[in-house]
């Protein structure tokens, strides 16, 4: 979903070469050398002066053969926030502490995880992932509540549209409890860098991909399943402000039988070139049609998009072509819930320059009101440049709910703490 590079920028610890493990609740294989020889590398100081790793290790791992039930690190650690400007906090990669890792052979089923130090992995250049593009990932944010219990917004739902995605690219995949457990124990390991109330989420980013050794064009012969995450602000620098979005007509994101309804790594490569030539002219993203007739509308770059017209508010059908957004689906559901009309079709691009509002929606963006659409040099404005009343329902609806500042009707909010 964002541009921000996966391995870009990472910083291995020196001489580290030993795992905490988790998540909770999960059996999971401590790697050599024995457990009372592991030593882990030095914590930032701020971490360091409340570290309880020893006697976390010591006390709290279950010794069975070589494989220890273990909560997560941070768990036994009193939370003290990373020293950075939560106040500035923008949209982009900022390496943390613990990433979560997890192995799969061909044919198999994955089972036994780690946490691990944050860095670098090692890939063969004849990796899947780097050869032929056979990888998946996902986006979901934690929360920081005022009472410090930490929230999940519907982590089972990444889970299963993982599943989906790993089916249609030929890899195994995590269950959904292995997915939300080792999500779970991610954030927990890195709960100092969830940004204070109202600064902004922890970002999560699970990894699936092809990391086996292939030549030939074929599956990989084994599998990884990774999760890193990153303090965030907003997506776009406007933040609750309108953006302005211009119409592709040439370039196309997906096309029918092909791989736009998962959310595979290519696609979002392919957009690149479409999105740098807005931005250059000022947009701050673009608007793809479908690419048979030409006059229906897709998706942004990196997020769907709904247009409304009085209490009738219409998104474009999920037919193979569109990622079926989990924020998307969340957003139908409480304007369903708040009395609006819902249509899930087609949308031309006529519909779209004649409605009273658009807004967009994603994981990074959650609700993004537009401000105008440009179509082959017709710019046509809404909400009079500022943000449409529908658009702002519903964004204070859906955070207020995922913040934990309202009552979750929906049952959706997964609490850590």
């Known amino acids: 979903m964002e541009s ?20 909770s609740r999960t059996a999971i294989k401590l790697l050599p050398p024995s457990i009372d020889k592991i030593n882990f590398s030095p914590l930032p100081l701020k971490f360091q ?7 976390y290790i010591g006390n709290s791992a279950i010794n069975s053969g070589n494989s220890f039930r273990v909560t997560s690190p941070a768990s036994d650690v009193a939370s003290e926030l990373a020293d950075i400007d939560w106040d500035n906090l923008g949209f982009g990669f900022m390496p943390t502490d613990y990433m979560y890792s997890m192995k799969c052979s061909q044919g198999e089923n994955f089972s036994k995880g780690e946490l691990q130090r944050f860095g670098n992995i090692e890939l063969s250049p004849s990796a899947g992932i780097l050869n032929y593009g056979q990888g998946l990932f996902e986006g979901l944010k934690a929360y920081r509540k005022h009472d410090g219990n930490i929230l999940l917004f519907r982590p089972e739902e990444n889970a299963t549209r993982l599943k989906m995605g790993a089916e249609r690219m030929c890899m195994p995949s995590p269950s959904v409890e292995q997915f939300v457990e080792a999500v779970k124990a991610t954030v927990l390991a890195n709960e100092r860098w969830i940004p204070p109330p109202g600064k902004g989420s922890l970002y999560i980013r699970p990894l699936l991909m092809g990391s086996g050794a292939v030549l030939g064009l074929a599956p990989a012969p084994e599998y990884t399943f990774l999760i890193y995450v990153s303090p965030v602000g907003n997506y776009f620098k406007e933040g609750l402000a309108p953006i302005n979005l211009v119409v592709e007509t040439e370039m196309h994101r997906a096309t029918p039988g092909g791989t736009g309804g998962v959310k595979t790594i290519g696609n979002y490569a392919a957009v690149l070139k479409a999105q740098s030539a807005a931005k250059a ?8 049609l479908d690419c048979v007739q030409k006059k229906y509308l897709e998706e ?10 009085g209490n009738l508010i219409v998104t474009p059908a999920i037919k193979g072509t569109i990622l079926p957004g989990i924020t998307r689906k969340s957003i139908i559901d409480v304007a369903i819930s708040q009395g609006f009309e819902v249509e899930e079709r087609q949308v031309s691009v006529d519909e779209l320059l004649d409605a009273d509002e658009v807004f967009c929606t994603g994981t990074a963006v959650v609700v993004s009101p537009v401000g105008s659409i440009t179509h082959q040099g017709r710019r046509v404005t809404y909400g009079n440049d500022g943000v449409g009343l529908v658009s702002q329902q519903l964004y204070s609806a859906l955070t207020s709910l995922q913040m934990g500042l309202s009552e979750d009707k929906m049952g959706w909010i997964v609490e850590l703490k």
């Open 300 to 309: 942004v770059s990196s997020c769907n998009v709904f247009i409304v017209k």
């Open 49 to 55: 002066k409340q570290s309880h790793f020893t006697s």
């Open 4 to 23: 921000a590079a996966v391995f870009a920028g990472l910083h291995p610890t020196p001489g580290h070469h030993n795992h905490l493990l988790g998540p």
């Open 281 to 288: 002219k000022g947009y701050s993203d673009v608007l793809y």
